[in-house]
């Protein structure tokens, strides 16, 4: 029986090396050089979106700890890269090439980074944190976010202007994975949903390595359930964005933060207790409906900086899943712990992000060097290189046109799609989106083998009717073939089960 083929890294990462071995140093060295090493590290999960979405809050709810600076300050306007190392500590990477290495503040990020923030190309922080053993995340300066419709840019839509806006988008381009955080939307928001796609230009991300999070969904409804209340609008965004990113989870990021990041105590638990013994409904309804009620409603046996502190973890709705809590019998930290972790709706995230994005690291990172290696193949600024750098493009093709990298051919269609430069109509897009947004693509054309080769064969009849369109642009026609190619590949494979 012959070997299996290595992994997809290991054969780029080798392609890589044959590469280097007739690069002369210059700027597609530094590329190829840069191609190959990122291989070598973790998924990298970039989090995006606009001012005070709610980025750094949902980082430290990923990462279990709270690191991430949520106060507007230096570390907020810059890119923070949160990696493995076994020594912790921050290095602040300057514009100039320096760096400079700075202690962690009991395990928070420094206020002051040493140096002016236009100065400072990125940070990196070091922790021991088990989650970074698998993926690297990646917290950018929030997106200035505007009010007018008529925007001629989607650059302009997403306040993606300035220096914060250009290192948020340089980020973005070089993610393996993104988390986009959305404000709850206004009517007049679908014209700039429907160019999110741009931020996606020149990255190798697609629909299946992005989603789209609502953060701060607590504040839709003043009462009931914020994530039953929020279920509709996630639906009407993700049907704005099919294609785009491969879902739409509400979220309640500073509940999720709280109960990820182990700073709620025993204490505070004590301190609820006291919150709880107000029992009258109209006087906790006085008591919880506002910030100032709460900080000043004197029958509450609890001090000013009690108060301040549940609010700084919990804001209103937190309080009030509380308060429930307690009548149910909640008295201790873990107790109040798990019910913030359920009424956060982080389950879900959490669950895309650790096993879905972790699970396909391989075939994410390959994607995203296929891509980085065709454009240093087309790189024009280093003369010295030319001909070595365009000799990339026949083992790139080979490597494309291999079986067992069916999975890269299928992300590049939806790359395109999310890009914008491929438009489908809505039963060929439903074909993308199942074959791309699932680990097994061969689970969604059935479990029997008859009924699978079925399925299989009229996919591959869709695709290849559309591609013989003569309207079809070269490019349409290739990423069609692809699609065809996939479809044919799981009929001969169902069609060996039968027999």
Not at 42 to 61: D, H, I, R, Y
Not at 119 to 125: D, F, L, P, Q, R
Not at 205 to 232: I, M, T
Not at 340 to 358: I, K, N, P, Y
């Amino acid at each position: 029986m012959a070997a299996p083929p290595p992994p997809m890294s290991a054969r780029i990462r080798q392609l890589c090396d044959d590469a280097l071995a007739h690069l002369v140093p210059g700027p597609g060295r530094v590329m190829v050089e840069q191609i190959r090493a990122k291989l070598a590290v973790p998924l990298t999960v970039t989090v995006a979106g606009g001012v005070s979405s709610g980025k750094s809050t949902l980082v430290n709810a990923l990462l279990g700890q709270r690191i991430a600076a949520v106060d507007a300050g230096e570390c907020t306007r810059v890119v923070t890269e949160f990696r493995y190392g076994a020594q912790e500590r921050a290095e602040v990477v300057g514009t100039d090439g320096r760096i400079d290495v700075l202690p962690l503040a009991r395990g928070r990020m420094p206020e002051q980074l040493g140096r002016p923030t236009e100065e400072i190309s990125t940070v990196v922080v070091y922790l021991s944190n088990a989650l970074l053993a698998h993926m690297a995340v990646v917290d950018t300066p929030g997106l200035n976010t505007v009010t007018e419709v008529n925007e001629e840019t989607t650059a302009n839509f997403l306040g993606i202007t300035g220096r914060e806006g250009e290192q948020t988008a340089s980020a973005v381009s070089r993610a393996d994975a993104l988390l986009f955080l959305l404000p709850l939307l206004r009517q007049s928001d679908a014209e700039a949903l429907r160019g999110f796609s741009k931020l996606f230009g020149g990255s190798s991300l697609s629909a299946a390595s992005a989603l789209a999070v609502l953060s701060k969904v607590d504040r839709l409804s003043k009462g009931g359930d914020p994530l039953a209340a929020a279920a509709p609008i996630a639906g009407r965004v993700a049907a704005e964005l099919r294609g785009v990113v491969s879902g739409v989870l509400p979220v309640i990021g500073l509940l999720a933060e709280t109960a990820q990041a182990a700073v709620f105590t025993e204490a505070d638990a004590r301190a609820l207790a006291a919150v709880a013994a107000i029992d009258d409904p109209l006087d906790r309804e006085d008591m919880l409906l506002t910030s100032d009620d709460f900080l000043n409603f004197q029958p509450l046996d609890l001090e000013h900086a009690q108060r301040v502190r549940l609010l700084s973890m919990l804001d209103l709705y937190g309080l009030k899943v509380a308060v429930q809590a307690a009548d149910a019998g909640a008295r201790t930290a873990s107790a109040y712990l798990k019910v913030f972790d359920e009424a956060s709706g982080f389950a879900a995230l959490r669950s895309a992000v650790v096993q879905r994005f972790a699970g396909q690291s391989e075939v994410f990172k390959a994607h995203a060097a296929m891509s980085d290696l065709r454009r240093a193949s087309y790189l024009r600024t280093d003369p010295d290189n030319l001909r070595a750098l365009r000799a990339l493009r026949s083992p790139l093709e080979k490597l494309e046109l291999d079986p067992s990298l069916h999975r890269l051919r299928l992300l590049e269609v939806a790359q395109a799609v999310a890009a914008g430069e491929l438009k489908l109509p809505e039963v060929l897009l439903a074909d993308v989106v199942a074959l791309t947004e699932t680990a097994d693509p061969h689970s969604v054309v059935g479990a029997t083998a008859g009924r699978s080769r079925e399925t299989a064969t009229a996919g591959a009849m869709r695709w290849s009717s559309w591609e013989n369109d003569p309207r079809r642009s070269p490019l349409e026609s290739r990423l069609a073939r692809a699609m065809k190619g996939a479809f044919e590949m799981m009929w001969a494979e169902f069609d060996g089960m039968a027999s």
